[in-house]
């Protein structure tokens, strides 16, 4: 009956908050897996906690056509690898901590 699949995987927990709250604002029943452990982790970078969204199956179809178009509307702009800012496209490093879109500089 009530089967979870998942539907996408955010690259942190906010991205997975805010596309949580949309499908659930259009009707859908979501979960976050992944996020549990981001939370015992605590004090690491929220980037080292990906978050999986998983949704009913007979919602499947209709969330990952909203995902899919979320992903489009999303592809001009890039999510800092360090601090998990979203960044646009015109910017080359992090306007918020400096870094590049694959982390800071080793
Ligand atoms: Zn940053």
């Given at each position: 009956m009530n089967d979870w699949i998942p539907v996408y995987q955010a690259a942190h927990s906010l991205e997975a908050h805010t596309l949580k709250g949309a499908l659930e604002s259009r009707g859908m029943a979501v979960k976050l897996q992944g996020e549990a452990l981001a939370g015992a982790l605590g004090?690491?970078?929220?980037?080292?906690a990906q978050v999986t969204l998983l949704v009913q199956e007979k919602d499947w179809q209709r969330a990952r056509t909203f995902l899919q178009d979320y992903q489009r509307k999303s592809q001009g702009t890039w999510h800092c690898g360090s601090c998990g800012e979203e960044n646009d496209a015109?910017?080359?490093?992090?306007?918020?901590?400096?870094?590049?879109p694959e982390g800071p500089e080793q």
């Open positions: 004090e690491l970078p929220m980037d080292v015109s910017f080359e490093i992090c306007w918020r901590c400096g870094s590049g």
